[in-house]
């Protein structure tokens, strides 16, 4: 495999509801964790994982880990961007193609890490998953009064593992001002092109309790 993928794992959750680290809560009797990692690591592509934990988990998370696959883990930060480049630092020399995966995202196909990472082979130095928008999409003030409604065909949405050569996101990194909520947004900033792939429905987010209860209908539907 020429591939490492970061996982930003250090999430408190909130959205979720009361019940400590996300990426700790249970999903059919497991931790999301385990699951994202069990399919990333199901993927042939790759080489190496690195899983960014709350600071006061990275014991319990290795742990829990070791028997899943092989990876090694990292404290993260206060912000996701953080916990990324935590991560990013820990990557052995080797691979040339770096993906970054939420954990949250725990139903994910190993399939889409295999899209994403032939896209970067292929050429691309920046590579996400997208997904058309259903919903009509409208700008709103803070009273809530609608602004404009949005071209809602232009519109992606856009999901994790997102993959880049490796020197980019380093520079992407170093580079980087106040924290984004995904590491493309780093490298467009750099002026680099971001190519897009077709996403899917199970490497939906795990955010807010209705997700967990979608996945949890998707875990046992066999995904
Ligand atoms: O907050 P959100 O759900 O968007 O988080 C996306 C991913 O980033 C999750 O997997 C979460 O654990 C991770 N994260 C992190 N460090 C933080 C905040 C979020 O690794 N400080």
């Known amino acids: 495999g020429d591939v490492a993928v970061l996982v930003p794992a250090a999430g408190a959750g909130v959205r979720l509801g009361p019940g400590g680290p ?6 059919g009797g497991e931790p999301l964790l385990v699951h994202v990692v069990r399919r990333i690591a199901a993927a ?17 998370v290795r742990q ?21 480049a935590n991560a990013l630092a820990a990557v052995p020399s080797g691979p040339d193609i770096v993906l970054v995966h939420d954990a949250a995202r725990a139903l994910t196909p190993p399939a ?5 990472a032939a896209a970067v082979r292929a050429g691309h130095d920046a590579v996400i998953p997208v997904l058309p ?28 593992p997102q993959g880049f050569r490796r020197e980019v996101l380093a520079a992407a990194h170093a580079a980087a001002g106040d924290p984004l909520t995904d590491d493309a947004g780093l490298v467009e900033q750099q002026g680099v092109p971001v190519f897009c792939v077709p996403g899917s429905e199970y490497a939906l987010k795990v955010t807010r309790p209705f997700d ?12």
């Open 22 to 27: 996300k990426a700790l809560r249970l999903l």
């Open 44 to 60: 042939p592509s790759v080489h190496t994982v690195v899983v960014a934990a709350p600071a006061t988990e990275v014991d319990a």
């Open 64 to 84: 829990l880990l070791t028997p899943v696959a092989p990876v090694l883990v990292v404290a993260g930060g206060a912000e996701r961007q953080a916990s990324v």
């Open 112 to 116: 889409l890490v295999e899209a994403v």
């Open 133 to 160: 928008v259903s919903d009509t999409i409208k700008q709103v003030d803070a009273a809530g009064v609608v602004l404009a409604t949005v071209d809602r065909s232009a519109l992606r949405a856009v999901q994790t």
């Open 212 to 223: 967990l209860t979608l996945a949890e209908h998707l875990l046992a539907a066999g995904h």
